[in-house]
Nanobody, 121 residues
Framework: QVQLGESGGGLVQTGGSLRLSCAAS????????MAWYRQAPGKQRELVAT???????TYADSVKGRFTISRDDAKATVYLQMNGLKPEDTAVYYC???????????????WGQGTQVTVSS
């Protein structure tokens, strides 16, 4: 069972930047794909970005060109650099440890407490 802890959220104006971090423990981090999800009030949780064990990345269309996911296996940490933030990016952001199978990311069952990102207009 992996334990996850997100940090780095906050309040920022439109166009601003934030860098989220997620520290993982309790499993072999380097063997797992990692992902960031977000959930806005009244909406379903959505997949934002993934990074595979080899470093390849995927992004939701809504964040392409603005967000960058990366991982540091030595620190067992995954990051999400968010630039050009918009009010519609406001949500609680969660990281997840999972696997890629048959061309899709499959989330694991462990979730952290999330970190709130609020973008003011």
């Amino acid at each position: 069972q992996v334990q996850l802890g997100e940090s780095g959220g906050g309040l920022v104006q439109t166009g601003g930047s934030l860098r989220l971090s997620c520290a993982a423990s309790g499993n072999i981090f380097s063997r797992n794909a990692m992902a960031w999800y977000r959930q806005a009030p009244g909406k379903q949780r959505e997949l934002v970005a993934t990074v595979a064990t080899g470093g390849s990345t995927t992004y939701a269309d809504s964040v392409k060109g603005r967000f960058t996911i990366s991982r540091d296996d030595a620190k067992a940490t995954v990051y999400l650099q968010m630039n050009g933030l918009k009010p519609e990016d406001t949500a609680v952001y969660y990281c997840n440890s999972g696997v890629w199978l048959f061309g899709a990311y499959h989330p694991g069952g462990s979730w952290g407490q999330g970190t709130q990102v609020t973008v003011s207009s």
